[in-house]
């Protein structure tokens, strides 16, 4: 069943993630060294937030698929797994690289708003009904990861990379 919504219901799981990445930013720039797991943290439970908002949405579309925004971005069964699947690989990510980025002085707010912000772009990809949005959603997550190609900014090989990475890619 063919369903039109012209509310944003089917996106605030994508809101949601947009405006945990900005208070996370926000809140970034008043923490101290010491104090950065509190980003960390913020950063998970955004993830979680947004798995759980997917889980309503799907839940109230019954799992059907679902039109808005003049049919750019769509809601189905599909979408929502593989979301869901991009939560988990995102969230492990955020796991496993916290030690590695602090062993190397590179663990700032930044990087889990970068990730988390390109987890949007990924979102919004996978709700592409329309070439304009998903091109939207590409753009997004590749000028996140462009960024987090250049984290550490004393490395010259990093920055190198990141240049030739934006330039080509």
């Given at each position: 069943m063919l369903t039109r919504l012209p509310i944003m219901l089917?996106?605030?799981?994508?809101?949601?993630?947009?405006?945990?990445?900005?208070?996370?930013?926000?809140?970034?720039?008043?923490?101290?060294?010491?104090?950065?797991?509190v980003t960390y943290a913020l950063s998970l439970a955004a993830l979680l937030g947004c798995a759980v908002l997917t889980m309503i949405v799907t839940g109230m579309t019954g799992g059907q698929l679902a039109y808005t925004f003049n049919g750019m971005f769509v809601s189905d069964m599909m979408a929502s797994v593989l979301?869901?699947?991009?939560?988990v690989a995102v969230a492990l990510c955020l796991v496993y690289s916290r030690v590695y980025m602090a062993d190397r002085g590179l663990y700032r707010g930044e990087y889990f708003v970068?990730?988390?912000f390109a987890t949007l772009g990924m979102m919004v990809m996978i709700s592409a009904s329309h070439f304009l949005t998903l091109y939207l959603g590409l753009e997004l997550m590749s000028?996140?990861?462009?960024?987090?190609?250049?984290?550490n900014r004393e490395s010259a090989v990093s920055s190198e990379a990141a240049m030739k990475y934006f330039v080509l890619g």
């Open positions: 089917l996106a605030y799981p994508e809101i949601f993630l947009l405006a945990a990445g900005c208070a996370i930013l926000v809140i970034d720039l008043f923490l101290k060294d010491a104090t950065r797991w979301k869901m699947s991009t939560y970068l990730a988390l000028l996140c990861l462009y960024s987090l190609v250049a984290l």
